[in-house]
Nanobody
Framework: QVQLVESGGGLVQAGGSLRLSCAAS????????MGWFRQAPGKERELVAT????????IYVDSVKGRFTISRDNAKNTVYLQMNSLKPEDTAVYYC??????????????WGQGTQVTVSS
């Protein structure tokens, strides 16, 4: 069992930055692929970024490439999402997710509770 707790959300002006953190419980964190999803009001949940167990490979949705960076610290059981050059369209609830193999919208083993990110124009 893995429990995920996000932090770091908040209100920021367009062009600003935020760093989300997701702390995982348990000793199997390094065995999981990790990812961040987001869900804006009235929209489907969207996979934003994923990172493999070792941290050596990452994938991003096109809309955040060059602005967001996912990283992980397996010694601290934590995954991060650094968000720069934020836009109003990045406003959403951001969810941390863990999967034993890969992560997709239909393949997540554990979810965090979500953290709100609001970007004002």
């Amino acid at each position: 069992q893995v429990q995920l707790v996000e932090s770091g959300g908040g209100l920021v002006q367009a062009g600003g930055s935020l760093r989300l953190s997701c702390a995982a419980s348990g000793r199997t964190f390094s065995s999981h692929t990790m990812g961040w999803f987001r869900q804006a009001p009235g929209k489907e949940r969207e996979l934003v970024a994923t990172i493999v167990r070792s941290g050596s490979s990452t994938i991003y949705v096109d809309s955040v490439k060059g602005r967001f960076t996912i990283s992980r610290d397996n010694a601290k059981n934590t995954v991060y999402l650094q968000m720069n050059s934020l836009k109003p369209e990045d406003t959403a609830v951001y969810y941390c997710a863990a999967g034993m193999s890969y992560i997709s919208s239909s393949n997540v083993d554990y979810w965090g509770q979500g953290t709100q990110v609001t970007v004002s124009s």
